[in-house]
C-alpha cells in the first residue's frame, strides 16, 4: 500500500448541502454536529445544509463547517485510514489535521475554530479586504506587480497554491488594482475569490493577538504523526511548535505548494482530501506528477474509498 497524506479544504471549498448525507446516515455524526452546535452557540446543521450561499460564505460560519464535515469523515472513517504518513490542511483546514493526528480533541478544534472564526470576522467587518487568485504570475513578476499594487494600499502574497498559481491578499483597493493589471506582469488569469475578507495578511492582526491567548489556553499533545504546516512547509509533531505556528499562520502565506512538494520527498504516493469539494485535489494534480489523488466529499466517496483499504 502506497504511503498515504490526508489533506483538508479551508474556505472557498463550502456548498450548501455539505455533510448533510452523513448526518442522515450515522448517528455518531449527528451527535458531533449537536456538540458542535452547543458549542458554537448555533444550529450548525441549518446553516450547513440549508445556508443560503451568502450566510455559508460568512468566514463565522464557513469555518466551523467546514471543519465538522471534516471531522464527521474521520469519525466515520475510524482507525481504517490506511499507511497514513502526514497530515496537512489548507488554512483552516490545519485544525482538521491537527485533529486527524491527535494533537487535538475534536471538541477543542471546534472551540479554537469558533474563536478564529468569530475574531477574523469582526476583523473582516474592520477593515474591506479581499482576495484573488493569479494563474502564470511568480518570482520577479510577481513582486513588481504587489509593489505596483501596493500603491493603493496593504496587499501580500496569501497562499501559494500550486505551480503558477498564487492567491494575494489585502485592502480591496489594492487587490482590485492587482487585478486590473495583472495582464501586464505576465499573468494568464486574475480571478476573484468568493471570501469574506483579506485572510493571511496585516489585515488579520487585531484576530491573531486574540487568538492566540485562546490556542495557549488549549491543550495540545504530541501527535500520532506529523503535521505538514502551512507557515513552514514541513513536517511537525511538537504541540508547543505547533501552538506557536498555529498563531503565526493567521498572517502568513500558506506554503501549499511547498508542503506538497515536502510530502512527496518523504515518500508520500497517495493524496486523499477529506472533506467539502475538490480544490485540493486540483491543487495536487497541478503540483505533483506520479502520485494518486482521491477526495472523501460524501458517504459514496467514503465507501468507495474504504472497499480499496479493505481489499
Same mark, same amino acid.
Given at each position: 500500500m502506497s504511503k498515504t497524506a490526508f489533506l483538508f479544504p479551508g474556505q472557498a471549498s463550502q456548498y450548501v448541502g455539505m455533510g448533510k448525507d452523513f448526518f442522515e446516515n450515522s448517528e455518531r455524526v449527528r451527535?458531533?454536529?449537536?456538540?458542535?452546535?452547543?458549542?458554537?452557540?448555533?444550529?450548525?446543521?441549518?446553516?450547513s445544509f440549508n445556508g443560503p450561499l451568502e450566510k455559508l460564505t460568512e468566514t463565522q460560519y464557513t469555518q466551523p463547517a467546514i471543519l465538522v464535515h471534516s471531522l464527521a469523515i474521520l469519525l466515520e472513517m475510524g482507525e481504517q485510514v490506511g499507511d497514513l504518513a502526514s497530515v496537512a490542511g489548507h488554512s483552516l483546514g490545519e485544525y482538521s489535521a491537527l485533529a486527524c493526528a491527535g494533537v487535538l480533541k475534536f471538541e477543542d478544534a471546534i472551540l479554537a475554530v469558533r474563536e478564529r472564526s468569530r475574531l477574523m470576522q469582526s476583523a473582516c467587518d474592520a477593515a474591506e479586504g479581499t482576495m484573488a487568485a493569479l494563474i502564470g504570475c511568480e518570482g520577479d513578476n510577481l513582486k513588481a506587480l504587489l509593489a505596483e499594487a501596493s500603491k493603493a494600499g496593504i496587499i501580500q502574497p496569501a497562499n501559494y497554491n500550486?505551480?503558477?498559481?498564487?492567491?494575494?491578499?489585502?485592502?480591496?483597493?489594492?487587490?482590485?488594482?492587482?487585478?486590473?493589471?495583472?495582464?501586464e506582469f505576465g499573468a494568464r488569469k486574475a480571478i476573484p475569490l468568493q471570501v +469574506?475578507?483579506?485572510?493571511? #495578511? /496585516?489585515?488579520? &492582526?487585531p484576530a491573531q493577538s486574540e487568538l492566540e491567548k485562546t490556542i495557549m489556553n488549549i491543550t495540545f499533545v504530541p501527535g500520532r504523526l506529523e503535521v505538514v504546516t502551512n507557515?513552514? +512547509?514541513?513536517?511537525?509533531? #511538537? /504541540?508547543?511548535? &505547533?501552538?506557536?505556528?498555529?498563531?503565526?499562520?493567521?498572517?502568513?502565506?500558506?506554503?501549499?505548494m511547498q508542503s506538497l512538494e515536502y510530502m512527496q520527498s518523504m515518500g508520500v504516493e497517495r493524496f486523499v482530501e477529506i472533506g467539502p469539494g475538490k480544490v485540493l485535489s486540483g491543487l495536487v494534480?497541478?503540483?505533483?506528477k506520479d502520485v494518486q489523488i482521491e477526495n472523501i466529499d460524501?458517504?459514496?466517496?467514503?465507501?468507495?474509498?474504504?472497499?480499496?483499504?479493505e481489499a
Amino acid at each position: 500500500m502506497s504511503k498515504t497524506a490526508f489533506l483538508f479544504p479551508g474556505q472557498a471549498s463550502q456548498y450548501v448541502g455539505m455533510g448533510k448525507d452523513f448526518f442522515e446516515n450515522s448517528e455518531r455524526v449527528r451527535e458531533l454536529y449537536n456538540k458542535a452546535s452547543d458549542i458554537l452557540g448555533y444550529d450548525l446543521m441549518d446553516v450547513s445544509f440549508n445556508g443560503p450561499l451568502e450566510k455559508l460564505t460568512e468566514t463565522q460560519y464557513t469555518q466551523p463547517a467546514i471543519l465538522v464535515h471534516s471531522l464527521a469523515i474521520l469519525l466515520e472513517m475510524g482507525e481504517q485510514v490506511g499507511d497514513l504518513a502526514s497530515v496537512a490542511g489548507h488554512s483552516l483546514g490545519e485544525y482538521s489535521a491537527l485533529a486527524c493526528a491527535g494533537v487535538l480533541k475534536f471538541e477543542d478544534a471546534i472551540l479554537a475554530v469558533r474563536e478564529r472564526s468569530r475574531l477574523m470576522q469582526s476583523a473582516c467587518d474592520a477593515a474591506e479586504g479581499t482576495m484573488a487568485a493569479l494563474i502564470g504570475c511568480e518570482g520577479d513578476n510577481l513582486k513588481a506587480l504587489l509593489a505596483e499594487a501596493s500603491k493603493a494600499g496593504i496587499i501580500q502574497p496569501a497562499n501559494y497554491n500550486s505551480s503558477g498559481q498564487v492567491a494575494i491578499s489585502g485592502d480591496r483597493k489594492a487587490v482590485e488594482k492587482a487585478i486590473s493589471i495583472a495582464r501586464e506582469f505576465g499573468a494568464r488569469k486574475a480571478i476573484p475569490l468568493q471570501v +469574506g475578507g483579506a485572510f493571511h #495578511s /496585516p489585515l488579520m &492582526l487585531p484576530a491573531q493577538s486574540e487568538l492566540e491567548k485562546t490556542i495557549m489556553n488549549i491543550t495540545f499533545v504530541p501527535g500520532r504523526l506529523e503535521v505538514v504546516t502551512n507557515v513552514e +512547509g514541513r513536517g511537525e509533531k #511538537s /504541540p508547543d511548535i &505547533l501552538k506557536r505556528l498555529l498563531v503565526r499562520q493567521l498572517t502568513s502565506p500558506v506554503l501549499w505548494m511547498q508542503s506538497l512538494e515536502y510530502m512527496q520527498s518523504m515518500g508520500v504516493e497517495r493524496f486523499v482530501e477529506i472533506g467539502p469539494g475538490k480544490v485540493l485535489s486540483g491543487l495536487v494534480k497541478r503540483t505533483l506528477k506520479d502520485v494518486q489523488i482521491e477526495n472523501i466529499d460524501t458517504v459514496t466517496d467514503l465507501k468507495n474509498y474504504m472497499e480499496v483499504i479493505e481489499a
